[in-house]
Each structure stands twice: as structure tokens, then as C-alpha cells.
């Protein structure tokens, strides 16, 4: 750029397009959006940077002018240079890196909304699996449970059968935390403690009514 290529005054700095949206709007931006937005983003900062350029040599060329018109350590030339430092150049807006920030956060909520997505789905059809369970045993919705009840009272029910499903083989079985116990048959399912008398056991479990298991644990 020659001198009469110059600018007769300092040129705003531009801002691209996408700039005139809102946040959300940005949020809902797609891949392509963005790709097409940092495109616009990274030639604006190149012009902006020429035009912060020509500002800061504008600045200098003053503060040269200004040690012609005034001796240094003149009241003068102190005045003007503090003016000077006070008016500071302003940098332009790096828009690139902060439409790279949205992106990574506008893909983490629509990873959110996926998981919220099928987290709901999944618990629908698992109230729906609990209603069909309970009805399968005689439980009446609104009678015997309250709808949103349905999965823990299929747990309870779960629960029961697979303990009574154990009982009925009868005997001894092994328990948690029987490695205290010397001598000891284990457990007969039915009193409070183990054969021997040391340890308190009782029923426990993990999963739910589609999957339970049932087991003896010391506590």
C-alpha cells in the first residue's frame, strides 16, 4: 500500500456476519455453518490486523511529530505524550477462536440432548416393562401401586420371587463375608445368623425386575 493508498482516516474494524446472532443462534449452528463462518472470521482478522497496522504507524508518526514541535522534558511535551499513552490503540477481535469456543459448546449440548434423549426413552420403556410385570402378577395400577411406583414395586416383587426361588431348594448356601466363620455350614436362609452362630446374614441383591440377583451377605 503507497502512501496515497493510504486511508485519509482510521477504518473501523469489521465484524463478520454471524457476529449479528444471537448466541443461541450460534449454538444451533451446524458443522458446515461453522466452517463457513470461521472462513469469513479468518479473512476479517487479516484485514483487521493491516488496519491495526496502519493505526499503530499513524501513532508513531505522531509521537515523531510531537519530539519535533516540543523539547523533550518540556511541560508541553509532557502533556502531549501523556495524551498519547492514554489513547491506546485498540486491538481488533480475535472471532476465530471464540467461534471455535462456541462449537465445542454448542457439541457438548447436543450430546447432552442426545444422552437426555435416550435416557428418557429408556426410562419410559422401563415404566412401561414395570406396568406389564406388575400386570402379569395381578397388580392393578391405581389399586395396588401408584403409576409412578410401578418400577420400584417391580423390584420389590423381583426381589421376592428370586429369594423365594432360592428358598426352595432348601439347605445350606454360602454367604458374604463367611471366611470369619469356622466349621460352619453357612447359612440356612431362614434364621438371623450363620450355622455357627458368628455372623448375622440376610438377604441382598443387585439389578432389577428385568435382571435380579439374589444373595446371602454377612452384615
Request: net charge negative; glycine share 8%; hydrophobic share 30%.
Amino acid at each position: 500500500m503507497t502512501t496515497d493508498d493510504k486511508p485519509k482516516e482510521a477504518e473501523r474494524y469489521e465484524r463478520p456476519e454471524c457476529w449479528r446472532l444471537t448466541r443461541e443462534q450460534l449454538l444451533n449452528g451446524t458443522a458446515e455453518d461453522f466452517e463457513r463462518w470461521r472462513e469469513e472470521a479468518a479473512a476479517i482478522e487479516g484485514r483487521n490486523a493491516e488496519r491495526c497496522r496502519i493505526r499503530s504507524e499513524a501513532k508513531q508518526e505522531i509521537e515523531t511529530l510531537v519530539a519535533r514541535a516540543w523539547p523533550r522534558g518540556s511541560e508541553a511535551h509532557k502533556t502531549m505524550l501523556r495524551a498519547l499513552k492514554k489513547a491506546t490503540i485498540e486491538r481488533p477481535q480475535y472471532f476465530v477462536g471464540v467461534l471455535n469456543d462456541v462449537e465445542r459448546n454448542a457439541t457438548r449440548r447436543r450430546e447432552e440432548t442426545k444422552r437426555k434423549t435416550t435416557q428418557d426413552a429408556e426410562s419410559a420403556r422401563k415404566l412401561l416393562a414395570a406396568g406389564a410385570f406388575l400386570s402379569a402378577r395381578g397388580k392393578v395400577v391405581g389399586v395396588d401401586y401408584e403409576a409412578h411406583e410401578a418400577i420400584d414395586v417391580a423390584d420389590e416383587i423381583a426381589c421376592d420371587e428370586e429369594i423365594a426361588a432360592r428358598k426352595q431348594g432348601g439347605g445350606f448356601i454360602s454367604f458374604g463375608g463367611d471366611d470369619n466363620c469356622e466349621n460352619c455350614r453357612g447359612w440356612d436362609m431362614l434364621s438371623h445368623r450363620c450355622d455357627c452362630g458368628n455372623r448375622r446374614v440376610g438377604w441382598d441383591h443387585h439389578g432389577d425386575f428385568e435382571r435380579m440377583t439374589v444373595y446371602a451377605q454377612a452384615h
